[in-house]
């Protein structure tokens, strides 16, 4: 019997500005991740992604490696600033040619596309207006929306408008971690309310060209108290606010949360309404068709004073008894079921997709020149335990995409993490299978769970992967 039903995606998913490179290519306007990474320090090694996984050239590789892998469908983003390099204004055709051929390409092969617009890497000719801080990006990020779909929407089934709003409010607005490295908490409120208007505003431009199904990918961190003392619980509950309720709640049509919108009011000294605007909740709700959720770990939370670095009263400390990736992110797999449940209870209904799970996990080519990779086979084996329970308890996932189909440029990290399936070999952009993808490619095509056993031969195993083999 199947855990999984017969239409579920198994997917794997990867952005534009991580594995493209190519950046000079076919009239692709600058990025801000282009502007940042120019920052001395900015990047973990030094690095930037203009070559990265040089997909922009070799998509075909990485189309055949899905087919191969017997995935069903695959996330990937469209670069804003291939298709209008300066933000606004002028299309450049050749940017939207490339993303057509790879949607077709996906479509014959019987490959779902899962498309993002904005995976961080906006037109750097935005940040004039002061990019996502500002009001009329709002109207940008429409106009382009439109332009995407008006190409691609008579194919394209799943729509993503943004991706993450609090991360890059957070880390891109708030501590100027990411692009477009700006500190400043007022710009940070701006820009995650400007996100979700965003998606409002992309959403009805572009109905009118596509019947595909449009959300929006959060980044959802169950927040647990770190005991029971009720300053703890009340700390938990505040983080829910600030990182999943905030974005939660609008998007899924109640409105910002009131507890979350005081921490704010109190922290920045004023309050929103010159932000968040009469009329601009609903332009926010009742805009999404399913929602995206990307899904890493919890946030162990305890209560903290406020101070000039923390905004806000309370604080994640470390659990001792979590298992770790190599990066020390926390493993919880039970916390993805509770959070499945959770969103399956406060907004039934609402189609649930994981477009993002993963763990970084260094290994590398061994002396036989395969990966094995075996604690991501085990993450992997763990979190889809963790989709299967949910499912059997009535939440309605409809798919899960691996972060990531490849190893690639992890942003202010630089290419030390290594989040992939398949191995990118940086120096000459080769491809090497790794065994959780082996493992990954028997479940998909059994429908259900299966152990994996590294003694049995390859060819068993995937039999469709004699190429990589
Ligand atoms: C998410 C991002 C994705 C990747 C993973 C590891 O926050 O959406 O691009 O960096 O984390």
Redo the contacts with the bound molecule.
């Keep these: 019997m199947s855990d999984f039903s017969d239409g579920f995606l198994w997917g794997a ?1 990867t ?1 534009a500005y ?1 594995t493209e490179g190519s950046f000079d290519v076919d009239g692709r306007g600058r990025s801000v991740w282009e502007d940042f990474a120019d920052r001395p320090g900015a990047i973990e090694g030094g690095g930037d992604a203009s070559v990265a996984c040089d997909s922009y050239r070799r998509w075909p590789e990485d189309i055949a490696l899905l087919e191969q892998l017997n995935l069903g469908a695959y996330r990937f983003s469209l670069a804003w600033s291939r298709i209008m390099p300066e933000g606004t204004g002028a299309v450049e055709q050749r940017g939207l040619d490339h993303y057509e051929r790879i949607v077709d390409a996906l479509l014959e092969r019987g490959i779902t596309p899962v498309v993002t617009l904005n ?2 890497d906006m037109p750097s000719a935005l940040m004039a207006c002061g990019g996502w801080a500002a009001r009329r990006t709002v109207d940008a990020f429409a106009e382009y929306a439109d332009t995407a779909a008006e190409r691609l929407g008579d194919r394209v089934p799943w729509w993503i408008t943004q ?2 709003p609090w ?1 890059i409010q957070l880390l891109g607005y708030q501590l100027g971690l990411h692009a477009p490295g700006v500190r400043d908490l007022g710009a940070a409120l701006a820009a995650g309310h400007h996100l979700l208007l965003a998606h409002g505003a992309a959403t009805d431009a572009m109905r009118t060209h596509t019947t595909g199904r449009i959300g929006a ?1 959060l ?1 959802l961190l169950p927040c647990i108290p770190a005991s029971s003392d009720p300053a703890d619980v009340e700390a938990a509950r505040g983080s829910d606010g600030y990182v999943n309720r905030w974005f939660l709640e609008p998007l899924l049509g109640r409105g910002y949360p009131p507890d979350m919108r005081a921490h704010w009011e109190r922290a920045l000294g004023r309050n929103l309404d010159e932000v968040i605007r009469d009329g601009d909740e609903s332009r926010i709700a009742g805009r999404s068709d399913f929602l995206a959720v ?1 899904y ?1 770990t919890h946030r162990v939370m305890q209560a903290a004073p406020i101070g000039p670095d923390r905004p806000f009263p309370w604080q994640v400390v470390a659990d001792p008894s979590a298992a770790r990736t190599d990066e020390g992110t926390e493993i919880v797999p039970e916390s993805l079921t509770e959070l499945l449940l959770r969103l399956h209870h406060d907004y039934p209904g609402v189609p649930l997709m994981i477009t ?1 799970n ?1 763990a ?1 996990y260094g290994d590398s080519p061994t002396h036989d020149g395969r990966v094995h990779d075996v604690r991501r086979i085990r993450y992997l084996r763990m979190h889809l335990q963790a989709v299967r329970d949910a499912l059997a308890q009535g939440a309605p996932v409809v798919g899960y995409m691996h ?2 189909l490849l190893d690639n440029f ?2 202010a990290l630089g290419y030390r ?1 290594r ?1 992939g399936l398949v191995y990118v070999d940086y120096r000459t952009g080769d491809r090497i299978v790794k065994d959780s993808a082996r493992y990954y490619a028997e479940i998909v095509r059994a429908g259900h769970l299966v152990e994996w056993d590294h003694k049995r031969p390859i060819g068993q195993v995937v039999d469709s992967l004699g190429a990589f083999g």
């Design positions: 998913a952005s991580q995976h961080w991706n993450e991360i990918a980044n990307n890493y993002e993963g970084i972060w990531s992890e942003w993490p989040f």
